[in-house]
């Protein structure tokens, strides 16, 4: 363990949003496109997501840098009917086409009752939490998925063949506030791993495997060459549920939009392999909306929620535990958190930031 | 362990099909709705999900003849846009108010490109396959979750809150068989819990919780009193993301409907306990149904998934294992061979069905 990786440092959040945008200005991405993108960066910090806030900043930057995402994309409607969309992101930042697809979801939601939009030749979208609070600001019930590059094994598989491929879904309250479920479809997160390896801690079995396919609690093993599990992790508690949810989630963004699927997905960062086959246009999104009265009166429906939440609330504790949490929970209380003592980062990702700045000049911290 | 549970006795699945029709017929269910009802047995027991076929037919018998079901129900649609609708079973049975839902669904597709149906005053809809086949047969993306009985504590809870709330959704190949995905969202399915009960055998950890909130290898212990846990089974493998995708089916279902949620959710059986609060009607389900050609040429569509089943075929196999299967593999061979070779039903249910026999003087065998 490198005593520096465990120090850090608090950012105000604004000081955060501002350098982001300044960089994606550097790279000639427009001023409204530059503020999206660090919103949807700033939202990560905020909720506590720190795998996908400022400290994806420099895989960002090494992309736009090596000319590998178009920051100025025309993106595109390829087909479309009143309640669907296929979109073409012109390989722009995920960032940016993933807010402006989800718009389009939600407009259509507006007139037709419900939108669902499948995006192809996008990149990283950031959190996927971001897109179901903006659903949420328009009243709307909103869904998204991504898939991403290959990290996780189907059950019975020994290979990088699937994404950690995330769903979110919120639904508003009325007093309460809303429930906000964001989940990868994988048992635990890769940057779980990575902190697990740094400490030289053993991650629990069910994580991973290694390269031969083997159950393994050693962070290396999975990190060099294995994998990670899907949610439910071997046969007995139920890993072929999470494969297929990770099936699902890559068919509804990537094949239905015509993106790279499965292992073909290409990576989000400069020196990793690339894939070996290309089967359509860069990583793909799903987004969906859905208009609240479309089904029944908005109000006695958040008022059913904040039944929901306080009944699911009074559950009986297990032992040790304070009881159930509401999906969302966690986030809200770290964005409260941060918002008024703000922002954590580690000394690597401030390292990451600095080298950012001396080589675009513009200031940081 | 008695013997006799497991001896059993194999059935051509028109004979199946053929006596449930005719109980359905004898509680005055219309002789469409009756085939239809039928159907949806005949599938599951066709697909290997014993639990969900005529094993089942015991608690629809019993629910008809107390009244406790309407045989006629007249199915309204209470609000709806050009893509949803909340419709309102009228307490039929969920095998005929499911299909009729889930036509609805498709028919907005066909015109609007989507088609989201939430229902609420509705009985068991037998299983969710069941209706993703339907849409595959009219070249739609089907969706089909329902919530039901509680039996699964949220994460950190010690009580019965949620079903086993299933996910179903598929999608078609050109060559190859479809992509079926039908999952409960529990790590386990009771009916597993059950016969290793009967077996006398020991379950997996993480599968349930006894009645003091402790994670417990006994089958008794969770069926007296315990709970199921949900996919990911505790916090370190994902439990939190397992109970959210079950909220998720819930609120889809019955909140958005108007249905009894949670652990409000009626018991689907005579002799179990009544929730002590009503907040809704019946159980919920949700269908989804999407235009293929809303998105993409549906040749290329079937072509990148018939790529997609063979490259996933492909993966290299974990050690002792055949390698991944694709979504629906199982059931797909399940009534293949059943098909050819009969449907063999364990004794107790055999008996369940003499008994329906003698009650109603309908032949059985």
């Not at 699937?162 to 639904?171: E, M, R, V």
């Not at 699902?248 to 015509?258: I, R, T």
């Not at 799903?286 to 009944?311: E, L, N, T, W």
């Amino acid at each position: 363990m490198h005593v520096a990786e465990m120090e850090n440092k608090v950012f105000h959040i604004e000081a955060l949003r501002e350098f982001s945008t300044r960089i994606f200005l550097h790279f000639g991405v427009p001023p409204e496109d530059a503020a999206q993108a660090a919103d949807v960066l700033a939202s990560a910090d905020l909720r506590g997501i720190d795998s996908h806030g400022v400290a994806r900043l420099y895989s960002y930057f090494g992309m736009l840098s090596e000319g590998h995402i178009n920051p100025k994309p025309r993106i595109t409607t390829v087909r479309s009917t009143l309640s669907t969309a296929t979109i073409d992101g012109d390989n722009g930042l995920g960032l940016v086409v993933g807010p402006q697809a989800n718009r389009i979801a939600m407009d259509m939601a507006d007139k037709a009752g419900s939108g669902w939009v499948s995006v192809c030749n996008t990149n990283h979208f950031g959190i996927a939490g971001y897109y179901v609070l903006q659903a949420l600001e328009r009243d709307l019930i909103g869904w998204a998925m991504t898939n991403s590059t290959s990290l996780v094994t189907p059950l019975w598989g020994m290979e990088r063949m699937l994404g950690t491929n995330p769903i979110a879904i919120a639904f508003p309250g009325k007093e309460e506030p809303p429930i906000v479920i964001d989940m990868a479809t994988c048992a635990a997160a890769f940057g779980k791993i990575e902190m697990a390896r740094r400490k030289g801690q053993a991650i629990p079995s069910g994580w991973g495997i290694d390269s031969q396919g083997r159950a393994t609690t050693n962070p290396d093993d999975t990190v060099n060459g294995g994998a990670l599990l899907p949610l439910g992790s071997d046969r007995e508690r139920g890993g072929h549920k999470g494969y297929a949810l990770a099936v699902m989630v890559d068919v509804l963004s990537a094949v239905l939009s015509g993106a790279n699927w499965g292992p073909f997905a290409p990576p989000f960062a400069l020196r990793l392999k690339i894939p070996e086959r290309s089967v359509g246009k860069g990583i793909g999104h799903f987004f969906g909306a859905m208009r609240i009265d479309g089904f029944m009166d908005p109000d006695s429906f958040k008022r059913q929620i904040d039944d929901y939440i306080r009944v699911f609330r009074a559950t009986k504790p297990a032992p040790g535990t304070n009881g159930p949490l509401i999906p969302g929970d966690p986030e809200r209380e770290a964005e409260k958190l941060r918002r008024e003592k703000g922002v954590p980062l580690i000394m690597p990702i401030i390292e990451d930031l600095r080298d950012i700045s001396r080589k675009t000049g513009i200031p940081f911290d």
